[in-house]
T-cell receptor, first 115, second 116 residues
Framework: AQKITQTQPGMFVQEKEAVTLDCTYD???????LFWYKQPSSGEMIFLIY??????QNATEGRYSLNFQKARKSANLVISASQLGDSAMYFC????????????FGKGTMLLVSP | GAGVSQSPSNKVTEKGKDVELRCDPI?????LYWYRQRLGQGLEFLIY????????KSGLPSDRFSAERTGESVSTLTIQRTQQEDSAVYLC??????????????FGPGTRLLVL
């Protein structure tokens, strides 16, 4: 079974609008970490945001916020005020204790921001 | 530069040859990870080093793949008798620790391997 599911292969948004990228996960461990990474066409993986399973509040980092709904096992990334430079692949990932801190990645969502 | 560095950036080799990929983690990071990313795909975990503990090799796809790390420094990933299906980007990451926010992995730029 897939541990991380990103159901949107591609998303389009206009500059300055907000966009939500979906991510659901599957784990039986009570302790886990959730991450979002951005991969531009240049190929590097850029860390965006982290949410621990015991964190009471949703994580925020500048224009990025993570909509963490634990009961639904969802960890959607919200990008506010999209910019052209946000066009990239976005990967959701999870770390489980049983996985020795390695990350399991989703298949990614390609975000295209238009002027 | 204080980030993760990898070399070479690109490597073209002939089928059957051995290749060695290098990763320099962020100074002070105890954990180091190797991943593989095939074209248009997500990342596949290969191997994980944490301090002086035995590495987690559960992601290595075959015995042609091996990796070493000396202490908490440089790591090398070796692929013996390369096959065309080994063509991919090999990404290295490091993290400060393995708890809470310290487990955040920071990635290097990757090595693009092409096996002809």
């Amino acid at each position: 079974a897939q541990k991380i599911t990103q159901t949107q292969p591609g998303m389009f948004v206009q500059e300055k609008e907000a966009v939500t990228l979906d991510c659901t996960y599957d784990t039986s461990d009570p302790s886990y970490g959730l991450f979002w990474y951005k991969q531009p066409s240049s190929g590097e993986m850029i860390f965006l945001i982290y949410q621990g399973s015991y964190d009471q509040q949703n994580a925020t980092e500048g224009r990025y916020s993570l909509n963490f709904q634990k009961a639904r096992k969802s960890a959607n990334l919200v990008i506010s005020a999209s910019q052209l430079g946000d066009s990239a692949m976005y990967f959701c990932a999870m770390r489980e204790p049983s996985g020795y801190s390695t990350l399991t990645f989703g298949k990614g969502t390609m975000l295209l921001v238009s002027p | 530069g204080a980030g993760v560095s990898q070399s070479p950036s690109n490597k073209v080799t002939e089928k059957g040859k051995d290749v060695e990929l290098r990763c320099d983690p962020i100074s002070g990071h105890t954990a180091l990870y190797w991943y593989r990313q095939r074209l248009g795909q997500g990342l596949e975990f290969l191997i994980y080093f944490q301090g002086n503990s035995a590495p987690d090799k559960s992601g290595l796809p075959s015995d042609r793949f091996s990796a070493e790390r000396t202490g908490e420094s440089v790591s090398t990933l070796t692929i013996q008798r390369t096959q065309q299906e080994d063509s991919a980007v090999y990404l290295c990451a490091s993290s400060l620790g393995v708890r809470g926010a310290q487990e955040t992995q920071y990635f290097g730029p990757g090595t693009r391997l092409l096996v002809l």
